[in-house]
């Protein structure tokens, strides 16, 4: 069957389609949605369902032995989707340094969560005798993490009310810093600085989050190790990332006995619906699917006391904020401790404000000292950035035996290869590529419908009819695509091409000359070319202008990668429909990952593959220093199971030319 009769009697324009007329096309088939924003609603609309799912799920927990059910299986899969823990090892903490403030004094501490793994803390004590209660602070997302000005003052009004206050650096922040440039200045932002990280955390099936989860729970260690600390109360509390931080860490440590996050308690629903998916360690791996909600957070950790610190003006929307509590509070009551579960709102915008800080240690003196009565806090002086810093130059990084979170990547990647080798040679490879599809999320081969063409225009172009065309790979994904057609209607070839970029830039392969006897179509992938979100800009160039879809994809527990195989399958299947002709594949760029899925999923399905500008292996991107924009082709715990070379490996020598490979660098 030739397509050309296939399209004869339709309304055609003769003439082309430049972008603006595609993506005024795809806006109109997709009932108004922008085409930027096409894949950001479709993963939207599977994190509704799964957001409604959850609730169905938490209405059901009637019985403090549903609630403790519910508590264990949603904590076992936050570890489980954190990668685990590793085992404790030394921390080899010193202090480096003492002070003494307004009705306060101070250690600054260097401990090391793991090996050489240094973290930079600064203790705020009591003036009086111990033991003290010990609440560590997690800091949010400020460049002088444990120094900033609001951070300093919710430690220090802690110790002047008689409860220790352990604040230590973030990754990425403060004496943290690992991407600088030659003067030593951090040349990107902290969230960005997390979510490059990231990238070589999710190959390897972990989180920035859980190495971040890991320095908390370690200073946590660090707390009762100390004699002038009860070890037994233990509270924590941190604003905006520190917020995030303080969420986890008091669902997944028991040792918290009093918790209480500023600035970060929402709701995933309210998330979507405002700001969308923030930096790395703000999104785990399959937690929507999941049911794993900023109230889970709260109910893993019930009936321990709970105070959410919320501001009405947060960009992390109140109403989430609201209904998060009210959830929480009805599963507080219906363990018979209401009490436990409490909210404080100041009318302000996002940050550790004062109100807020007054809030947290009234809370902590309730549960910690049992002292009940308002907190006033008085004004009073702070140090400088300099008084707190713990190491000789300002950095960790100059510190003999450093290691950073690139390095914990690399290790990790490293110690997965031996795994990955056994499984390849040992597995056969139907069950190995059952375990890909599980991993980047492809569902099997006729799941969906099959993919359906609506023609925008016709014209000619040389030996060849053109054909501009939407194609429909599933309900709400329209793709934009040219075919190019032999004015005699067969074609002896077929060649699928799926650029990198809009089709009009195209233009260096048709001048290179289109053979008369071959059939092209040129397509892009879902979420590249006229789909991409192009919202983001600076820093966040450098992870990608789509991370924050991936991250929507992330949240359900699907992968970019794994959608866009699922389209080219289904467009492969759409060709198969005009022609029996060899049909061959060349992929670039971005589109190269997927492609090569897509050929080790159906082996028999093109006569050639060729890959172009695509990355060389998952394992050199983790080993790249500064990998830029490679977020998008990355597949949770991957490097556990599979590397590209592996699916390569899967076709015969002749099918496939790989050129011009490289992780490129910002």
Not at 319 to 327: D, K, M, V
Not at 488 to 509: M, R, W
Not at 564 to 591: F, H, K, N, V
Request: net charge negative; aromatic share 8%.
């Amino acid at each position: 069957m030739n397509l050309t009769c296939t399209l004869i009697g339709l309304a055609l324009t003769l003439t082309g389609v430049t972008d603006d007329q595609y993506k005024e096309a795809i806006q109109k088939a997709l009932g108004g949605v922008a085409p930027d924003q096409m894949v950001n609603r479709y993963l939207e609309d599977i994190a509704f369902k799964n957001i409604e799912k959850r609730s169905e799920r938490y209405e059901a927990l009637k019985t403090p032995e549903d609630i403790q059910a519910y508590q264990e299986n949603q904590y076992d899969y936050f570890v489980s989707a954190l990668g685990g823990f590793p085992e404790r090892t030394p921390l080899n903490a010193r202090k480096v340094g003492e002070g003494t403030g307004e009705g306060f004094r101070y250690e600054k501490i260097i401990y090391e969560s793991r090996p050489n793994f240094f973290v930079t803390a600064v203790l705020y004590l009591p003036v009086t005798d111990g033991p003290y209660p010990g609440v560590l602070v997690p800091c949010g997302h400020s460049n002088n993490g444990k120094a900033a000005e609001t951070y300093q003052r919710a430690s220090i009004l802690l110790a002047r009310h008689g409860i220790a206050a352990f604040c230590y650096d973030p990754i990425g922040q403060g004496e943290r810093r690992h991407y600088q440039d030659a003067s030593g200045k951090p040349n990107m932002s902290t969230t960005v600085e997390h979510t490059i990280f990231d990238v070589g955390a999710i190959l390897t099936g972990t989180s920035i989050a859980q190495y971040r989860i890991w320095d908390g729970m370690r200073g946590i260690d660090y707390l009762q190790s100390r004699p002038d600390i009860i070890a037994d109360k233990i509270g924590c509390t941190g604003n905006s990332g520190g917020g995030t931080l303080t969420s986890y860490i008091m669902a997944l440590d028991k040792r918290v006995a009093v918790a209480a996050p500023s600035c970060y308690v929402t709701s995933w629903k309210r998330i979507l619906e405002t700001i969308g998916p923030q930096d790395g360690e703000q999104n785990i791996f399959g937690q929507l699917k999941q049911g794993l909600d900023h109230a889970d957070y709260i109910h893993i950790r019930a009936p321990r006391p709970t105070l959410m610190l919320t501001a009405t003006q947060d960009f992390f929307d109140i109403q989430g904020s609201w209904g998060t509590f009210r959830e929480a509070k009805r599963l507080y009551t219906r363990l018979g401790v209401p009490e436990r579960m409490s909210l404080v709102e100041t009318d302000e915008k996002h940050g550790f404000s004062e109100r807020l800080r007054e809030g947290m240690v009234q809370w902590m003196q309730r549960w910690l000292l049992e002292i009940d009565q308002p907190v006033d806090e008085t004004n009073f002086g702070i140090m400088t950035d300099a008084e707190l810093q713990c190491t000789p130059t300002g950095q960790i990084s100059a510190m003999e035996g450093y290691r950073s979170t690139l390095d914990l990547n690399v290790e990790r990647a490293e110690g997965l290869k031996a795994k990955r080798a056994a499984y390849w040679n040992d597995t056969h490879p139907a069950v190995a590529l059952d375990k890909v599809r599980e991993l980047a999320g492809i569902r099997t081969e006729g799941t969906l419908a099959p993919a359906t063409a609506e023609v925008l225009a016709e014209e000619e172009v040389g030996e060849h009819l053109v054909h501009h065309l939407l194609l429909t790979t599933e309900p709400g994904i329209v793709l934009p695509a040219r075919a190019y057609i032999p004015k005699s209607g067969n074609a002896a070839q077929a060649h699928i091409f799926t650029p990198d970029n809009t089709l009009e830039e195209l233009q260096p392969i048709l001048d290179a000359g289109l053979a008369p006897d071959t059939a092209y179509l040129f397509v892009s992938l879902r979420g590249m070319g006229l789909t991409e979100n192009y919202k983001w800009t600076g820093g966040w160039l450098k992870v990608g202008n789509d991370w924050s879809t991936f991250m929507r994809a992330y949240l359900n527990g699907l992968s970019i990668v794994g959608q866009r195989t699922e389209d080219l399958r289904q467009i492969t299947a759409w060709c198969r429909e005009y022609t029996d002709a060899p049909l061959s594949l060349t992929a670039y760029g971005e589109s190269t990952v997927p492609a090569v899925h897509a050929a080790a999923l159906q082996p028999d399905a093109y006569s050639h593959v060729t890959l172009s500008g695509g990355i060389p292996s998952w394992q050199a991107v983790v080993e790249t220093l500064r990998p830029n924009n490679q977020i998008i082709n990355t597949v949770h715990n991957a490097l556990s199971w599979y590397d590209l070379d592996n699916l390569q490996g899967l076709l015969a020598p002749e099918k496939m030319t790989v050129v011009d490979t490289v992780v490129t660098e910002f």
